[in-house]
C-alpha cells in the first residue's frame, strides 16, 4: 500500500494532507503555550520546564518532547519532499505558457509554493534562534525562554522575519486546510461553506495568536 | 464586425510557432466562434495561404472537438464550448488571442490541433463497464436511486474536451478523470471494477504526464458542462477506499 500511495499524484497529496494536519495540530498546541507569556516570566518558564517533564514518571525527562521532535521533523520532511515532487511533475506538464496572461485563483492559492519556502526557511532560523540559540541576539539563556523571546522580538530584523512568516503561515493554513479536507475526500458540496469558514478561522486564529508575541513585545507588554 | 486576430501558427509537431496576426472584416455578431474562423481560413485559401488548422466536429456542443484558449480562457468568455461561442460576445474592433490547449500531454500537432489520445488512453484503462452486450436489458431490471442518477447524469455531461486541463496551472487532468469515475462508480453496473476503475484511471492519468491537482478550481470555472470542483473530491474519496480494499486482499 505505501508503495501505491507514494508513486501516486494522488496520494502523494494524500501524505501532504496528513503531514499538514499533524503540522497544523501542533501549531495550535504551539500558539496556545506562547500565550502563557502574557502571564509573566514565572507561568512562561514553568511551562516550558512542564513541557520537558510531560509524561513522568512513565517517560523519562525530555522524551515526549523529543518523541514530539522526531514526529514534527518527518511531517515537515514528508510534507516537503511530496511538495517538490508534485511541484516538478506541474511544472512539467504545462511548459509552454499562455501569451495571453491572466491572473488565475486567490493570492492563498497562487502563494502556496513561495509561501512554504518561507516557512520553511523560517522554521530554520527559528530553532536556530530560540531553540538552540546559535543565532540568538545577545546572550542566550538555556532554560529562561521569556528572556530570550522578549531578546528575539526587541530587534528589528527578528520582528520583520516573523510577522512575515506568520502572514504567509494564515494564508497557506487559508488554502491548505480546505485543501486537505478535498485530498482526503470529507469535503461536499454541502459542506464546502463549513470548511472553508473552519480553514479561515484558524489561519485567522493562529496568525493573530502568534503575532500577539513579538506586539506584544514592541508595545511594551511584554518586557 | 471588424476584428484582430493574434493566432498561433506552427507548422508541425516539432517546429517552432508564434503568434500571427489577421484582420478580418465582416463578422456578424449572430456568427459562432468557429464560423469566424472559416472566414479567415476562406481569405487565407484565396490568397494562396496555409488555412489556420483547428478541431471541430458537430457544432452543436456535444462531442467535445472544438478547444482553443480564447483571450486566456479555455473556449473562450462564455461558459460552453467554442462552437457554441457566439461573435456578439466580442465588441467591434477588439483584438482576440487565440492559442492551443497548453499542456505537456496535449502536444501540438498543428496550428490549434492538438493531440487529446491522452484522453482516450486514460478511458481505456477504466472507463468502462464490462457488460454482456447484445440487446438492451430491461429498463428496471437494476434498479438505481434518483440521486444516483441524477449524479451518475451530472458527470456523464463530461465530453472530455480537455477544457479542464487546457485551464489549470498545473496541466492536471483531474476533473476529467474525476467525472468519468464518479459517472461510473455510483452506479450498479459499474460496480464489480469499482476499485480497479479508480486505481487504473488514476495511474494511467499520472503516466499520460499530466499534473497533479492544486485545488486552484480554474478546471470547474472553465468547464463547459459545469463538472463541479468537488468531483475532484468525490475521486480523491474513491482512490482513498480503492487503495484501503487493495491492501487487505
Known sequence: MARTVWDSSVGKKTVMAVSGLIMLLYLVVHMIGNLKIFFGPGEFNHYAHWLRTVGEPFMHYEWTLWLIRVALVVAVFAHATSAYQLSRRDIRARPNKYVHKKARASYATRTMRWGGIILALFIVWHILDLTTGTVHSGGFQEGHPYQNVVDTFSTWYGNVIYIVAMLALGLHIRHGFWSAAQTLGVGSRNRDRALKTVANALALLLTAGFLAVPVGVMTGLVS | ?249
Open chain 2, 1 to 249: 464586425m471588424k476584428l484582430t486576430l493574434r493566432v498561433w501558427r506552427q507548422r508541425a509537431a516539432d517546429a517552432d510557432g508564434a503568434m500571427s496576426t489577421y484582420e478580418v472584416d465582416g463578422i456578424s455578431a449572430d456568427m459562432s466562434f468557429l464560423e469566424m474562423l472559416d472566414t479567415l481560413n476562406e481569405e487565407l485559401i484565396l490568397k494562396g495561404e496555409d488555412p489556420v488548422a483547428f478541431d471541430h466536429d458537430c457544432r452543436e456542443g456535444i462531442c467535445g472537438a472544438c478547444s482553443l484558449v480564447i483571450n486566456g480562457d479555455a473556449h473562450g468568455p462564455e461558459r460552453t464550448t467554442t462552437c457554441q461561442l457566439h461573435m456578439r460576445s466580442f465588441a467591434d474592433g477588439d483584438t482576440i488571442d487565440v492559442e492551443p490547449w497548453r499542456a505537456s500531454a496535449f502536444p501540438v500537432v498543428k496550428d490549434l490541433v492538438v493531440d487529446r489520445s491522452a484522453f482516450d488512453r486514460i478511458i481505456q484503462a477504466g472507463g468502462y463497464v464490462t457488460a454482456p452486450t447484445g440487446a438492451a436489458p430491461e429498463a428496471h431490471a437494476t434498479a438505481v436511486p434518483k440521486p444516483d442518477a441524477d449524479f451518475a447524469f451530472e458527470h456523464a455531461e463530461c465530453i472530455g474536451c480537455g477544457a479542464c486541463v487546457a485551464a489549470c496551472p498545473n496541466g492536471a487532468a483531474m476533473l476529467f478523470t474525476s467525472a468519468k469515475v464518479n459517472h461510473l462508480n455510483v452506479l450498479p453496473q459499474g460496480a464489480p471494477e469499482r476499485e480497479t476503475r479508480v486505481l487504473d484511471m488514476v495511474a494511467q492519468m499520472d503516466e499520460e504526464g499530466f499534473g497533479g491537482c492544486t485545488l486552484a478550481g480554474e478546471c470547474a470555472t472553465a468547464c463547459p458542462k459545469g463538472i463541479p470542483l468537488v468531483s475532484i473530491t468525490g475521486m480523491n474519496k474513491e482512490w482513498l477506499r480503492a487503495t484501503r480494499k487493495a491492501s487487505r486482499r
